[in-house]
């Protein structure tokens, strides 16, 4: 058995439209999304790679800031906390039909495996942000009722 899994439309999608199977979309919405990229220390010996990686992310994701592929990137550093765990992250904000043509390019997915090696603790997490956090929680109230335990 196969299994066919649908991609936004990005580059290298087989899909040659951008609706997605698992969140079918009737009407054009343009939804503001975030995105997160959390490491923790970096892995001992590979240090200069990791510097190297990170001004690399850097340059790519002001590139697509300056060329409006998305509306924000800040990188942060943690300031206190457990360094091994939590050293720092990027947030990076932008419409959806922009954002996941990027994660699926090859460039990002080459930058993403780099740092597979070079960081521990590696985690990306897709945020929900703006109005949609309003339109969430309207969806949260509707459910609520029916499966929520009493």
């Known amino acids: 058995m196969e299994v066919e899994f649908a991609g936004r439309g990005g580059e290298g999608s ?15 919405i343009s939804v503001e999304v975030g995105y997160f990229i959390k490491y923790g220390r970096l892995v001992p010996g590979r240090e200069e790679k990791a510097i190297e990686l990170f001004n690399d992310a850097i340059a790519l994701w002001r590139k697509h800031h300056t060329e ?4 924000l990137f800040e990188p942060v550093l943690f300031a206190s906390g457990d360094k091994e765990v939590d050293l720092g992250f990027f947030f990076i904000k932008g419409l959806e039909e922009k954002i996941y043509p990027i994660l ?20 990306t997490e897709m945020l929900i942000v703006g109005d949609e956090v309003a339109r969430q929680a309207e ?6 009722p029916e499966y929520a335990l009493a």
């Open 14 to 28: 087989e899909r040659a439209d951008d609706t997605d199977l698992w969140f079918p979309r009737k009407e054009a």
């Open 68 to 71: 409006g592929k998305i509306t």
């Open 104 to 123: 699926a390019s090859e460039d990002y997915r080459m930058l993403l495996t780099r740092a597979a090696y070079v960081v521990d603790h590696l985690q």
């Open 139 to 144: 969806r949260t109230l509707k459910v609520a």
